[in-house]
Structure formats: C-alpha cells, structure tokens
C-alpha cells in the first residue's frame, strides 16, 4: 500500500513536471513567435514618403541627349538613352528569406525573362556587377545570356559567370579607372568597400580573409554564402555633360571623389543609421558633399527576399531601419538644393 501512494505521488510529480516544462516551452514558442513577428516586418513605412516618389513613368520615347532610368529593386539600375541599355547587377529572381537561410538558391528563368519584358530591356550592351554577393550577381550572367550583354566585374563575377555557362568573350573583368565606352555612355569603375559587416541570427557576411574572392566557376545551385563578395565597386558614369555615380554599398573610400561630381547619385542607405555617428558622418562628407549632386536617389532600401513583381518595401526590422536611413538622409539634404526621391519597382524618370 505504502509502494502504491509513494508510486502515485512520484507519476503525480512527473506529470506536474511535465506540464509545466510544456507551459514553458509554450510560452517560449510564443514569445518566439511574437519576435519573429516583429523583426520580419518591414522597417518603415513607404507611405510617410509619398511625396519623395515622382510617379512619373514617361512612356514618350526618350529625346535625344536624354538619359532614362528603371529602377528594378535593390541595386539593379536601368539606365536607357534611347539607343543604348546598361545595368547593374540585374537580381531579379529574389528568392525568399527562408529558401535563402536553409536551402540552395538559383536564378529561375521564367522571372527574368517576366521582368526583361516588362522592364523593356531590348538593347542591353553591358551588366555591371558592384560586388559577388548573391543579391547582386546572381542572375546576372543569365540576364547576359538572355540579352546578349557583356557582363562586367571582379574576377569573383566571371567566375560566377563561367558557372552559369556564360562565354568568356561575353564576359571581362573591368579595368579599375579607365572609362568603358558602351554606345554614348562611359562607365567608369571606381574602388569601394562594402557595408561594414554586421551579424544575424548568429551569421556575419564578413569576408573571410582566408577566402576573400570566389577561385572557381560557381555552379548554381548553391548557398547564398557560396557567393563571396569579391571586391565593391562603385561606378562613375558620363553621358554627354551629364554624370551619374552609382554607389551600391554603404561605405566609402577616403578621397575617392575628391576629383568628380555628379549630377545624380545613387546612394545605397542600407543599414546607414545603425551605423556609428562619426561613420554617418563621413559617410555624407565623402559622398554628397564631395559629389554635390542636384538629385539624390537613394537604393538598397528594399526587402529583397519579396518578389519584385509586388511593390516594394522597405528592409526588414531584422537588419535594417529604413525609417532612420531615410530620416538622416533627409536632415543631410534639406538645407541645400538637393532632391530626394525614391522609386518603386519598375518605376522609370527621366534624369535629364
């Protein structure tokens, strides 16, 4: 009897134990889930913006002298005179967050081809890639293939090329400071440095120094870590007395502009305010107000783990603030003559 009531007192604990281990992880998966919530969402809200989006979308055909723009998310910039076509990167396929964190990406086709078509790329001549991280190159050899361009970028690019099948003489490593000319533009490919390197959910996209460029052709599919960065590159662009700069990565190098100007920047943002003050600091003193530009076009805002065929919004909570990106470069231009805007997928403006 004595067996039995110390034998039932024992079940009664374990079962108590039981459940209260089972609250608790409840409890935990809960206060998980509620996080996940607030991190996946994204880290602004475009609509305290509207009036920095033209809406414009020109459709006449583009004057002669006219330089047109497309904005395809992220990085990827469209720049049309009419005649002649160039692109960066060109990341269009986009995969999602989850495919990206625990399985093999690669390009799909059927969305390149959608996003050639609607954005009217019919007279491409040249892609120019800012650095080998997936959200750049990874599509870019098969934009190539499909447009017959010429991809352009670090040895870490071609290699990613020569994975996708890309010929060689559809491919050149770009000369750092010599100008390319493509039809009336000419591109000039500056030196640079990628975001400061951060860390999520425990993984950092520092570049290990022990494997800084990607040595081998890149088979897809593979891991977005496969794709090293390989180098920044920022790119110096005149089309008549016109001139552009694209600067994809929020960094700089000291001086690097110290001899040009630019009509129209296109300022990465991403991850700008979480970055130390005297950072931001240089940051602008380096980029606007050496360059000096009229218009200011800000890129790498967007939530590239969304396909680009819905609207875009602003970087996760996870890694980014749009809204303090946004804020700061805001308070930086509005004491002078500089324009801001942004501009939604496949929005197109004339730039002059």
């Known amino acids: 009897m004595i067996r039995k009531q110390i034998g039932g007192t024992m079940n009664l604990d374990i079962k108590n134990r039981y459940k209260q281990t089972l609250l608790r992880c409840i409890l935990f998966g809960i206060l998980i889930f509620a996080n996940l919530q607030c991190v996946l969402r994204p880290s602004g809200d475009l609509k305290g913006y509207e009036s920095h989006f033209p809406h414009e979308n020109p459709s006449n055909p583009i004057q002669k002298g006219k330089v047109r723009v497309t904005f ?13 076509q160039i692109l960066t990167d060109g990341f269009f396929t986009r995969p999602s967050l989850w495919k990206t964190a ?48 010429k991809l352009y970028g670090s040895s870490s690019t071609i290699n990613v090329g020569l994975g996708a099948g890309l010929n060689k003489e559809n491919m050149e490593v770009f000369p750092i400071g010599k100008p390319l000319k493509l039809g009336k533009f000419f591109v000039t490919v500056l030196e640079s440095k990628h975001t400061p390197p951060f860390r999520i959910l425990g993984k950092t ?28 590159f920022d790119f110096y662009i005149q089309h008549g007395k016109h001139k552009i700069v694209i600067k994809s990565s929020t960094n700089f190098v000291k001086g690097a502009y110290d001899q040009i100007k630019a009509d129209v920047l296109f300022l990465g943002i991403a991850q700008l305010s979480l970055q130390p003050k005297p950072f931001q600091e240089e940051y602008f003193e380096e980029t ?46 509005s004491k002078g003559q500089i324009k801001v805007q942004l501009l939604q997928g496949f929005e197109t403006m004339d730039l002059f």
Request: net charge negative.
């Open 72 to 84: 395809l998310g992220t990085t990827s910039i469209l720049l049309d005179d009419g005649e002649t």
């Open 102 to 149: 625990f399985s093999k990406i690669e390009s799909d086709p059927a969305i390149l081809s959608s996003v050639i078509e609607k954005a009217k790329i019919n007279r491409l001549k040249g892609i120019f890639v800012c650095h080998s991280h997936y959200d750049h190159v990874m599509d870019a050899p098969f934009v190539a293939k499909l447009t017959n361009a």
């Open 205 to 232: 996209n520092a570049t290990d120094p022990n494997f800084p460029n990607i040595t081998v052709p890149l088979v897809q599919p593979v891991k977005a870590l496969e794709y090293i960065e390989g180098g920044s």
């Open 288 to 333: 606007i107000q050496k360059l000096n530009p009229k218009l200011i076009i800000p890129i790498h805002w967007d939530n590239f783990f969304k396909p680009l065929s819905k609207p875009l919004e602003p970087n996760l909570k996870l890694g980014d603030d749009f809204e303090g990106n946004m804020n700061q470069l805001l308070t930086r231009t």
